[in-house]
């Protein structure tokens, strides 16, 4: 056997920030004009997730949100990263992206999570616990799975749109419990290590352990989400992910605010990264050529087939800029064998 190594695709992950002086129209158009310009530098996949009841964030409707996207890019895949199941019954996610399926054939992806994507006073305006507790989450994937085929029994459609319109369907999650049912189902898994970098390497494990060959997915396949901030020199990169740290630190204050600005930031004293307390745990921060082997040994320890980047920064060209240095320096790799 001759181990070779293939190109590891990079794709996007965009909350759509909402950063201080900002409100949540600015946040989205943002998001649209970030997402047109990755899609003409080559990135595979364009993700938003659902977030409900948080000041920072404006994707709160990922369909809806997935739909604009779609509309106008033109190659890039563009899908949910993730819809969190338990809000929501599992026929309308069928219906809506079953018709997003149908309306961009080939280029819609469905991401599926279990967290409640907020503060539970505000989920619960979404759903209610009781309903989103009512089936095990296992049990509402499979729910949803199959409202994508036709019941071959009695020759059903609960869902009109979704038949025959089934979108790429991965599992998201930062642990176990979630890599398992990937597995379990044979679906694709997504590993957040941007939320909990400390566990991505054993959820990724337990997903290969899990993992039952089907014929939509006769091998593993494994993306990982990471926080990345490039700029044209370690020195500004570090400048302005002092907005980040600033951010990060205040919520663990328990005093969350919207992303500031790196001017704002320095004027509190968060620029100086030796500062233990406001580390960026798990964020990759530099150049170029100083976070591409740091994201190259995450790919290295992981396998994985493709790398979600996230890069929240508070000036929107900067975040396009970001971008635009990592494509044109990417050279990752994964190993693999023939």
Same mark, same amino acid.
């Given at each position: ?6 190109? *590891?695709?990079?794709?996007?992950? +965009? ?6 002086? #900002? ?11 970030? =997402? ?6 080559? /990135? /595979?996949?364009?993700? *938003? ?7 920072? @964030?404006?994707?709160? =409707? ?9 509309? *106008? ?18 026929? @309308?996610?069928?219906?809506? !992206?079953?018709?997003?399926?149908? !309306? ?11 967290? %409640? ?32 085929? *036709? +019941? ?18 991965? &599992? ?6 979630? =890599? ?8 694709? !898994? ?15 494990? #337990? ?19 990471? =926080?990345?901030?490039?700029? +044209? ?49 798990? @964020? !990759? ?39 635009? %240095? %990592? &494509? ?7 190993? #693999?064998?023939?």
């Amino acid at each position: 056997m001759v181990e070779h190594r293939r190109e *590891v695709r990079i794709s996007v992950l +965009d909350t759509a920030p909402v950063t201080q002086g #900002s409100n949540a129209r600015m946040a989205l158009r943002n998001s649209v004009e970030l =997402a047109q310009l990755v899609d003409d530098l080559g /990135y /595979y996949r364009y993700w *938003v997730p659902e977030h409900h009841g948080m000041a920072g @964030v404006a994707c709160a =409707a990922p369909a809806v949100v997935v739909e604009r996207v779609a509309s *106008v890019t033109r190659r890039i895949r563009v899908g949910a990263g993730g819809v969190m199941l338990p809000n929501h019954a599992p026929i @309308v996610v069928a219906e809506q !992206f079953g018709t997003l399926e149908a !309306f961009h054939p080939g280029r819609i992806d469905l991401g599926l999570g279990r967290a %409640l994507g907020g503060p539970r006073e505000i989920t619960d305006l979404v759903r209610s616990e009781h309903d989103r507790t009512a089936e095990s989450f296992e049990d509402q994937v499979r729910a949803l799975l199959a409202l994508f085929e *036709v +019941d071959r029994a009695g020759g059903r459609v609960a869902a009109v749109p979704a038949v025959g319109n089934r979108p790429e369907i991965w &599992m998201l999650g930062s642990g176990d419990h979630t =890599a398992r049912i990937a597995g379990s189902l044979a679906l694709p !898994f997504a590993a957040a290590h941007h939320l909990k970098p400390s566990s991505t390497i054993d959820a990724v494990r #337990s997903y290969l352990q899990t993992f039952q060959p089907s014929s939509l997915c006769p091998a593993p396949r494994i993306v990982i989400s990471v =926080a990345v901030i490039v700029a +044209d020199s370690d020195e500004q990169a570090q400048w302005l992910a002092g907005s980040l740290r600033m951010k990060v630190a205040r919520r663990r204050q328990g005093r969350p605010i919207q992303l500031p600005s790196p001017q704002t930031a320095e004027a509190h004293g968060y620029m100086d990264i030796r500062n233990t307390d406001d580390k960026l745990t798990g @964020v !990759f921060v530099g150049c170029a050529a100083t976070v591409l082997p740091q994201l190259q040994a995450l790919v290295d320890a992981t396998g994985a087939d493709e790398l979600l980047i996230k890069t929240d920064l508070y000036d929107p060209s900067d975040r396009r800029r970001s971008y635009e %240095l %990592l &494509m044109e320096s990417h050279s990752l790799r994964r190993a #693999s064998e023939r």
